[in-house]
Antibody, heavy 120, light 112 residues
């Protein structure tokens, strides 16, 4: 049973960057896509992009291009999402989630979420 | 504004049947891309409920079912239970411009 464990809550000032990690507990760290989705307080789900842990290939949502970078460290089965030039409206819970079959089987499982608060 | 349109809220009494709609366009649901549904209880991460329009992951009760027709999809819940009170989101892929995963705005289901 694959599990995703994310890093803890962060508080950042406007203009700063945040890096959220997502560790995969599985027999292999490959063969799937790792997506990042965020949810602002009281709002819906917003897709940010994916990374292929095998190749390192990425695809970012247009809204976040230029501000988001997704990377991975295969030696510790961990993926990262780095968001720069933070604004107050970036305050949200950030989730990682696995897509094991190229958008045909949904996202399952999800990490527990990481709250990022942007405040001066 | 979300690419996929869902009703913001719905309610039903225990035991009733409710249906949540998810309306898209010809560049997402209408183009044949798979539709998935998620249930999110308060303070919890989303949970996959239906994938590929109508398939249930192991452990999801058969009270939950999904369907798709044209540019829309639906999630039906029969025999409504108090524990079904949650937010529900549909998800698909949109091939317009650079191609992106898209979510519906979510539907808050209240069990009366």
């Amino acid at each position: 049973q694959v599990q995703l464990v994310q890093s803890g809550a962060e508080v950042k000032k406007p203009g700063a960057s945040v890096k959220v990690s997502c560790k995969t507990s599985a027999y292999k760290f490959s063969g799937y896509y790792l997506h990042w989705v965020r949810q602002a307080p009281g709002q819906g789900l917003e897709w940010m992009g994916w990374i292929n842990p095998d190749s390192g290939d990425t695809n970012y949502a247009r809204k976040f291009r230029g501000r988001v970078t997704m990377t991975r460290d295969t030696s510790i089965s961990t993926s990262y999402m780095d968001l720069s030039r933070l604004r107050s409206d970036d305050t949200a819970i950030y989730y990682c989630a696995i897509d094991s079959s190229g958008l045909t089987a949904g996202f399952d499982p999800w990490g527990q979420g990481t709250l990022v608060t942007v405040s001066s | 504004q979300s690419v996929l349109t869902q009703p913001p809220s719905l309610s039903g009494a225990p035991g009733q049947r409710v249906t949540i709609s998810c309306t898209g366009t010809g560049s997402n649901i209408g183009a044949g891309y798979d539709v998935h549904w998620y249930q999110q209880r308060p303070e919890r991460a989303p949970k996959l409920l239906i994938y590929g329009h109508s398939n249930r992951p192991s452990g999801v009760p058969d009270r939950f079912s999904g369907s798709k027709s044209g540019t829309s999809a639906s999630l039906a819940i029969t025999g409504l239970q108090a524990e079904d009170e949650a937010d529900y989101y549909c998800q698909s892929y949109d091939s317009s411009l650079t191609g992106e995963v898209v979510f519906g705005g979510g539907t808050k289901l209240t069990v009366l």
